[in-house]
C-alpha cells in the first residue's frame, strides 16, 4: 500500500503541474481529492488492511492529501496569474481602469423639499414630530372640533377602516397636534410632516394620496402677529425673496379666529398658469387654536394650565409648493412611481 501512495504522490504531482487551466485543474482535484476520489478511496480501505499497514497508510495518505492540496492551490494561482497577463495582453482586460459603478438612487422630490422646510423650521426652534397614518377618528375629528355632520367626515371624503367608523386613514396632518399636546409640555414648536388620504376623484390637481406639514405653537401671550412672521419666513426662505402675504377669513373648526394665508405668486407679475391667473397663490389654512381643542389635547395633565395658554396652527400642502418648486402640472406624477419622471429631480 506504501509504494501504491508513492507512485501515485509522483503521478499526481505530475499532472497538477501539467494542468493548463482552471478547468482541467478543477477536474483533476475532483478525482484527487474529492469525495470519491483516491485519497478518499484509500482512507475507506484501511480497515480491510493487516493490522500492521494501517496506521502508516492512514498517515500517508493524509501528509499526501496536504500536499496535493497545496500544490493545487499554488498551481491555481499561477493559472489565474497567467490568465490575467494573457488577457492583458490580448488588450482586453485593463486592471487599472475604475470599476463599473452601480446605478445611484435619488430623493424623491416631496422628500427634497419635506427636508427643506424641516430646515427651515428646525432652525426656528422647531421640533419635528411623526404621527400615525392609521389614525383614531377621535384625533383626527373629534378632538379637533369637527363636528359629527362635518362634510368632511362623509363616506365620500373619508377612508373608513372599520365599520364603527373609529378608526381612519387620516385626512390631515392635524391630529398630530392633538398628539403633541399631550406628551409635551407648553411652551412648545412643532411641525408634523405626513402622508394623508382622502376619498378624491383624481385629477391632475387632486390625489388620495398627499402630504401635508402642520405646524403648532403653544405657550403663553402667542398670537396672530407671530403666526404671520413665522409663515412669512418660511415663505421668504423657500423662495428667497421677500414676497407679499394676506390673510383672509377661513373656516376651519380647530381654529378661531381662522384664516387662509395667500401669498403673491413668485412666478409672474400679472397672472399666470401658476397663480390661475389671480397673482395670489392659496398658501395654507391657520389660526388660532381654539380652546377647546386646547382643553382636549391636554385634558388630564396636571401639569399643564390651559387657562394661561394660547396658539397658533397652520397647515399646507406639500405636495402644491413640489409642483411649485419643480414646475410640475400634474399631481399624479409624484406618487405615481414612473422612474421616468423621478429621474428628472435628481439629488
Ligand atoms: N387640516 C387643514 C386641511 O387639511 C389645514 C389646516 C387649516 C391646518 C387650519 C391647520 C389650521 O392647522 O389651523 O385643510
Avoid at 503541474?17 to 483533476?28: G, I, N, P, Q, S
Avoid at 378661531?256 to 401658476?274: I, L, S, W
Wanted: hydrophobic fraction near 40%.
Amino acid at each position: 500500500m506504501l509504494e501504491r501512495l508513492e507512485s501515485l504522490r509522483q503521478d499526481a504531482l505530475a499532472r497538477v503541474a501539467e494542468a493548463t487551466d482552471a478547468e482541467a485543474l478543477r477536474v483533476l482535484e475532483k478525482e484527487l481529492l474529492g469525495k470519491e476520489g483516491v485519497i478518499s478511496e484509500i482512507l475507506a480501505a484501511i480497515p480491510t488492511l493487516p493490522q500492521e499497514e494501517r496506521r502508516d497508510t492512514g498517515r500517508g495518505a493524509n501528509a499526501l492529501k496536504g500536499e496535493l492540496l497545496e500544490a493545487i492551490g499554488s498551481k491555481r494561482a499561477l493559472l489565474d496569474e497567467a490568465l490575467v497577463e494573457a488577457l492583458r495582453d490580448g488588450g482586453g482586460f485593463d486592471p487599472t481602469l475604475p470599476p463599473a459603478t452601480p446605478a445611484r438612487g435619488g430623493l424623491h422630490p416631496i422628500t427634497q423639499v419635506r427636508r427643506e422646510v424641516e430646515a427651515i423650521f428646525t432652525s426656528m426652534g422647531y421640533e419635528v414630530l411623526d404621527g400615525p397614518e392609521v389614525e383614531l377618528d377621535y384625533y383626527n375629528f373629534q378632538a379637533l372640533n369637527v363636528p359629527v355632520d362635518h362634510p368632511s367626515r362623509e363616506l365620500q371624503d373619508t377612508f373608513y377602516c372599520d365599520d364603527s367608523h373609529t378608526v381612519v386613514m387620516r385626512t390631515q396632518t392635524s391630529p398630530v397636534q392633538i398628539r403633541a399636546m399631550e406628551r409635551l409640555k407648553p411652551p412648545f414648536r412643532v411641525i408634523a410632516p405626513g402622508r394623508v388620504f382622502r376619498n378624491e376623484e383624481q385629477d391632475a390637481t387632486h390625489e388620495h394620496t398627499f402630504h401635508q406639514v402642520e405646524g403648532l405653537v403653544v405657550g403663553e401671550d402667542i398670537q396672530v402677529g407671530h403666526l404671520t412672521w413665522t409663515l412669512r419666513r418660511l415663505l421668504n426662505e423657500l423662495f428667497e425673496r421677500e414676497l407679499e402675504v394676506r390673510l383672509r377669513p377661513g373656516y376651519f373648526p380647530f381654529v378661531e379666529p381662522g384664516f387662509e394665508f395667500d401669498v403673491r405668486c413668485p412666478f409672474c407679475e400679472d397672472g399666470c398658469r401658476v397663480c390661475s391667473q389671480t397673482t395670489w397663490i392659496e398658501f395654507c389654512g391657520c389660526g388660532m387654536v381654539q380652546p377647546c381643542v386646547l382643553e382636549a389635547g391636554f385634558s388630564g395633565r396636571e401639569d399643564v394650565d390651559v387657562s394661561k395658554l394660547t396658539g397658533f396652527a397652520f397647515g399646507f400642502g406639500l405636495d402644491r409648493l413640489v409642483m411649485m418648486r419643480f414646475g410640475i402640472d400634474d399631481i399624479r406624477n409624484l406618487m405615481g412611481g414612473d422612474l421616468r419622471f423621478l429621474e428628472q429631480f435628481p439629488c
